[in-house]
């Protein structure tokens, strides 16, 4: 079965090798388009042998890795997610539902599935058949038509790994390397699927770039003294920008325009002004984005528009350089209000050790600060720890600035207070990172809601038959595939358990794993090199064991500092198993509490996905008139990334769409309305300090009741950055 790629002289040459992208495979009338970096495969069947040739790129409307074209009078896709019709374009023409016939012109038809690939065809009768499920569709030309078939990966994993000897002036041109994942510079970027996932860096003897990576052509240049510190706290700014990172006196941004914007010198005060500069330009970027490839419609431009000195749709064909001049003009505290409550922010050593966490940084738009000895006296002293602003802020969907008009504001990124890797043990809310966390996180294929392996250690027999009760009681806990809790374990058991890479969760209480810690709190398991998924360890402040568990390829730690009831533990799965993140998921379980929780692994980490969709927490407060004011707040995490859009579904149809990571009110309804919300199952219901899970039981007389407790210790957005007087 020959297997083509295309390469940079647009020549079809057979390769056996993973070098591109996407290639394309022809057995006899079938072809498969091959998305090589995420290992999927999605077919076309022809009514004849297709004879490929090389298809531009540019001719799609959306961007596409490879293309290639042959003559054909039908195709029969029979596997994809959803198929949307548009004229060549982009602009939408219809979704199948069912049978469609189209009138003669020109389309380009868009199949999402396990990859995304476009088919363009030009002056042309179309009709598609099919029974509107995702089943086999037939799609039918009036004649036989030269076809073009584009893909792009997803893109979710590193393409290629690119080796940097221990010289920050090395690393600046590995940095400039980070933003070829990058499909275009357009604001459509701001889109997660356009961004894809850095190439990974690792440390060695010398500089080695894989010929598939080039520095992308943005007209911007990102300046820097060559110093870790530096090149640290500018690399996400420049992976976003696709910049070219280079040496000089001074911080500062370059532009082909001739501009130069100057850094300041001091190191909290260039963090301070890149970041306010990265999710300034960040959040313009997705106001340029409102009529491109998926127009929207969004509570922030409402918002913003009025008060910006441009019209954001006019600067989405300017060049790179010439939107930020526009950008710049803009007062960093018009859009503040306005941003999503960021998922992670890094703090890294200046060490060359932390130059392998950049990429993985990058990928989630992580803001870098930078802290710590570069030889710090503990020899497992990590290299860099995380905070999450989105996990630190009030949670519930009502903030003390949201109107009815718009989102509400998000919680400050609390650097004033920013941790040191130092600190021993981390601060509460604080997590250990790591290249093999998120290494892990790759290796492990992310369950499906409802299929997820859970278990619980229990050294007391009474709690674990508690724990078990409030897993199945009421209702059985959403989620879970399997759920195992042990009681009394052996020590063979905790060792088996500890080290099971089939299991999704495991929750242990501290008194179990007592006679197996040692004394850095790491633990003996017999010299297993595998782990769960996720660990949760109760009665800890010390991240050793959570440490350990990822070094033996688990993905993600919880630490917990006291005994959680079981009511709480029950939320706190439901939440997790749901794709919850861990840090989102903690704080929501476990607020108002005495717990506090420590993390290894992205705070923003989830271990489940929801069929695509983000954590939704609709809050609902009681109004006289026996109606509930309902506001909604989304949460962003490792499978949902920040710069996509959501929009109420159900009884809010109507609304508008708002960024992912933000908080906004969806309105008013009724008891009836509030159950409609429950019944779709993603969302969490708030009420007052209650959390209800789509599993948990719900009626009319218990929401007016849960409604009308008001909380009386609401907490502002400033002590939200609080820790806990006994950390």
């Known amino acids: 079965m020959p297997s083509y790629v295309l390469v940079k002289d647009n020549e079809l040459v057979k390769d056996g090798s993973p ?64 198929i949307v019709f548009r004229d060549v374009n982009g602009d939408h023409v219809a979704r199948h539902s069912d049978s469609i016939e189209l009138e003669r012109g020109s389309y380009c038809i868009e199949v999402n599935g396990v990859t995304k690939t476009l088919i363009r065809v030009t002056d042309v009768e179309i009709a598609a058949t099919g029974d509107g499920d995702p089943g ?109 990172m280079v040496t000089g006196d001074a911080p500062a941004i370059r532009l082909d325009t001739g501009y130069e914007e100057r850094l ?63 950008y710049l003009e803009v007062d960093p505290e018009t859009v503040e209000p306005h941003l999503p409550a960021w998922p992670t922010e890094a703090v890294l050593r200046p060490v060359s050790a932390s130059a392998e966490l950049l990429p993985h940084l990058a990928h989630v738009l992580a803001p870098v600060r930078v802290r710590g000895d570069a030889d710090p006296s503990a020899s497992d002293a990590p290299v860099g720890i995380a905070t999450s602003p989105q996990a630190a802020a009030d949670l519930s969907a009502f903030g003390p600035s949201n109107t009815s ?55 007391d027999e009474k709690r674990a038959r508690s724990v078990r009760g409030s897993m199945v009681e009421p209702a059985e806990l959403d989620g879970i595939g399997s759920l195992d809790v042990i009681g009394s374990p052996s020590r063979d058991a905790v060792v088996e358990t500890l080290s099971d890479p089939d299991l999704d969760i495991v929750f242990c209480e501290a008194s179990v794993t007592a006679g197996i810690t040692e004394a850095d709190g790491s633990l003996r398991l017999n010299g297993r090199d595998e782990a769960p ?20 390829g688990g993905a993600g730690a919880i630490h917990l500092s006291d005994s959680v009831s079981p009511d709480r533990l ?23 509490g005495p717990v506090t929780a420590r ?72 008891a009836s309305g509030v159950l409609d919300i429950h019944s779709e199952k993603s969302p969490v219901l708030e009420f007052s300090d209650e959390l209800v899970l789509w599993s948990d039981d719900l009626s009319p007389d218990e929401i007016t009741a849960m409604a009308r407790s008001r909380r009386s210790d609401v907490r502002s957005t400033e002590s939200a950055c609080e820790t806990s007087p006994e950390d």
């Open 136 to 244: 086999p569709i037939t799609i039918s030309f009036d004649r036989p038509r030269t076809v073009s078939v584009g893909a792009r990966s997803f893109h979710t994993r590193p393409e290629a790994t690119i080796t940097v000897p221990d010289d920050p002036v090395a690393l600046t041109e590995v940095v400039s390397l980070l933003g070829s994942s990058i499909k275009e510079f357009s604001p459509e970027r701001s889109w997660p699927t356009l961004r894809g996932y850095p190439p990974r860096i690792e440390r060695g003897d010398s500089l080695d770039v894989p010929s598939p990576l080039s520095v992308p052509d943005t007209g911007v240049e990102v300046v820097v003294r060559p110093t870790y510190a530096d090149v640290y706290r500018l690399s996400t700014l420049s992976y976003y920008l696709g910049a070219r």
């Open 533 to 552: 998924k996720l660990n949760v360890f109760e009665g800890t402040r010390n991240a050793a064991a959570g440490v350990d568990a990822v070094e033996r």
């Open 570 to 592: 029950r939320t706190m799965i439901g939440l997790l198993t749901g794709g919850s993140p861990i840090g989102v998921a903690t704080q929501l379980s476990l607020r108002d």
């Open 405 to 459: 008009s718009g989102p509400g504001k998000t919680a400050p990124s609390c650097s004033s207070q920013v941790p040191s890797p130092d600190a021993d043990p981390i601060p509460a809310g604080a997590s250990v990172i790591s290249p093999d966390a998120y290494e892990n996180r790759l290796r492990r294929q992310i369950p499906e809601r409802g299929t997820l392996s859970v278990a619980f250690l229990f050294e």
């Open 264 to 326: 300041p010198i001091e190191g909290e005060a260039l963090e301070e002004r890149v970041t306010e500069l990265f999710r300034t330009w960040f959040f313009l970027d997705t106001l340029a984005r409102t009529e491109g490839y998926v127009p929207s419609d969004r509570y922030e431009y409402d918002a913003v528009g009025p008060d910006l000195p441009f019209y954001p749709p006019n600067l989405a064909d300017q060049s790179m350089s010439e939107r930020l001049m526009e």
């Open 599 to 670: 993390y290894v692994g992205d705070p923003s980490t989830a271990v489940a996905v929801d069929r695509g969709l983000p954590t939704q927490l609709y809050s609902c407060h009681s109004q006289a008139d026996d109606t509930y004011r309902v506001g909604c707040r989304s949460f962003l995490s490792t499978e949902g990334l920040i710069g996509g859009e959501y929009r109420f579904t159900g009884v809010f149809i109507d609304r508008k769409s708002f960024l992912i990571g933000t908080s906004v009110e969806a309105g008013t309804t009724d």
């Open 19 to 82: 070098d591109g992208r996407i290639a394309f495979d022809v057995d006899g009338t079938t072809l498969t388009v091959r998305d090589v970096i995420e290992g999927e495969e999605m077919e076309f069947r022809v009514d004849r042998e297709p004879d490929l040739s090389s298809a531009l790129p540019e001719l799609f409307p959306s961007p596409v890795d490879d293309a290639v074209s042959f003559e054909t009078v039908s195709l029969v896709i029979p596997d994809y997610a959803s």
